[in-house]
């Protein structure tokens, strides 16, 4: 009996919540908190509204301007005067002026520019996304990396378990002459290694959740703890073999197949191909300097004079007298300009194809990551299938070598031997086990999928 609620003990499943802790986060919570407290995704937001205003500020340009002027002249020395004389005389010269300008065609710059700067808007939007899903990634993997701390934590902890269960049984031998005090002196000396053990692997831990929370912009890792994610064991196997394998579906597809879904909604891609349309339009602005601009002109205006030594009308009268308005239009025709428009429209040709290559570029970046992941998840499961078997049969190994041990037909060594290997087993599955969950997370993420488990 004692030894049925030994091996119970031995392999339940110790909850990854750290007793006397807050509530647990979520991957989810995780997420969306680090999502509104990133400096780098609020400095992205930032972008997107600098883009917001100079799409503005290229609609309003089909409006007519309005400026006004006010002018004072003075003037000194010797003039002529009305009958050929010269004087020596000083006048001054007030004039206000309203003027509007407005442009009727611009060779289609304006519309041209309306939409370069709509396109640069959706560009950094994408952009934003981009950021967000490399927070995401991130969130999600120091997340991953916590839970495999804790379940190496807790198999340390459950060797220094069996170590300090061993070592009382060896001092009752000992005091009934069954045991030799080198036995317990070498059994100590194990426990000693486990509890170094454990406390590395507890450090590990508290690293892990330090990481997570400065992603979080937490001030502190004090009293933080995540959920485990739910797995379902297989029939008959204990908890801590939760099956991942019903995670399978992503094998229906290959990474040609996962990279196509992934070309139609990445960020990353999507804002590589909004630059291009961009650069198109650059081209046509830039083509815009070959076209005349025709603009729409008009004002107001007044002015007053006075001379000194000579009587003159009063200010009043004088800008009532002297109000005039006019209006017209003004044609500029450009015949040669040193080759500065044929250059301009040969550098944005040249960034167009630059551009080209840019997005070309990120495809294949994201062809590469899809492909590393696809086979990673591969890999994964059958990592995750042989750990499986390996944790199996080195568990049923220790039982045997210790029901031996137990009856004296094995000595200490070697009953530390087939427990170092059933422990190291679990600690493989732990690895295996979260690394699949965490490739397979990743393949829906490329296919459009929320990044959770």
Not at 45 to 54: A, D, G, S
Not at 140 to 159: F, G, N, P
Request: proline content about 3%.
């Amino acid at each position: 009996m004692k030894k049925i609620i030994f091996f119970s003990f031995l392999i339940s499943h110790f909850s990854l919540i750290p007793a006397g802790a807050q509530t647990p986060w979520s991957l989810r919570q995780c997420i969306d908190h680090a999502l509104l407290h990133n400096i780098s995704i609020k400095q992205k937001e930032n972008q997107c509204h600098q883009r917001q205003l100079q799409l503005s500020t290229a609609r309003w340009r089909r409006l007519p301007d309005l400026n006004g002027s006010v002018s004072e002249n003075f003037s000194f020395g010797r003039g002529q005067t009305l009958d050929g004389t010269y004087v020596n005389r000083s006048t001054n010269n007030t004039s206000f002026s309203l003027g509007t300008t407005m442009p009727l065609f611009t060779g289609f710059q304006i519309p041209n520019t309306v939409k370069l700067n709509q396109l640069n808007l959706e560009a950094a939007t994408q952009d934003l996304e981009k950021a967000k899903d490399d927070i995401r990634m991130k969130v999600a993997q120091a997340y991953v990396q916590i839970l495999y701390d804790m379940e190496i934590s807790d198999v340390a902890h459950r060797q220094i378990a069996i170590d300090s269960q061993q070592v009382t049984r060896l001092e009752m031998f000992l005091k009934n002459g069954k045991a030799s005090q080198a036995e317990l002196s070498q059994q100590q000396a194990t426990l000693a290694q486990a509890r170094l053990t454990a406390t590395q692997a507890d450090n590990n831990r508290q690293l892990a959740l330090l990481a997570l929370t400065q992603l979080l912009e937490l001030p502190s890792p004090d009293d933080f703890s995540i959920v485990a994610p739910l797995l379902s064991p297989r029939e008959g196997e204990a908890p801590i073999h939760a099956d991942l394998l019903s995670k399978g579906g992503w094998e229906v597809a290959s990474p040609e197949a996962i990279y196509q879904e992934a070309l139609a909604i990445k960020p990353e891609v999507q804002a590589e191909q909004l630059r291009l349309s961009a650069a198109e339009r650059n081209i046509k602005i830039a083509q815009a300097a070959n076209y005349p601009t025709l603009n729409l002109n008009a004002g107001l205006q007044s002015t007053y004079n006075k001379t000194n030594g000579m009587s003159s009308a009063s200010f009043g009268n004088q800008l009532k007298n002297n109000f005039g308005q006019y209006v017209g239009l003004s044609l500029s025709v450009p015949i040669f300009n040193r080759f500065a428009t044929r250059n301009n429209i040969r550098l944005a040709k040249i960034d167009r194809e630059n551009q080209l290559l840019q997005l070309e570029n990120v495809k294949k970046s994201l062809y590469k990551e899809i492909q590393q992941v696809f086979y990673n998840a591969r890999a994964a499961k059958s990592k995750y299938e042989s750990s499986h078997a390996a944790a199996q049969s080195s568990r049923d190994a220790f039982m045997l070598m210790q029901a031996k041990y137990e009856n004296g037909r094995a000595n200490v060594t070697e009953f530390n031997e087939a427990k170092n290997n059933y422990l190291k087993a679990e600690s493989d599955l732990v690895q295996a086990r979260y690394e699949y969950l965490y490739q397979t997370a990743l393949i829906d993420f490329y296919r459009g999928k929320d990044l959770d488990f």
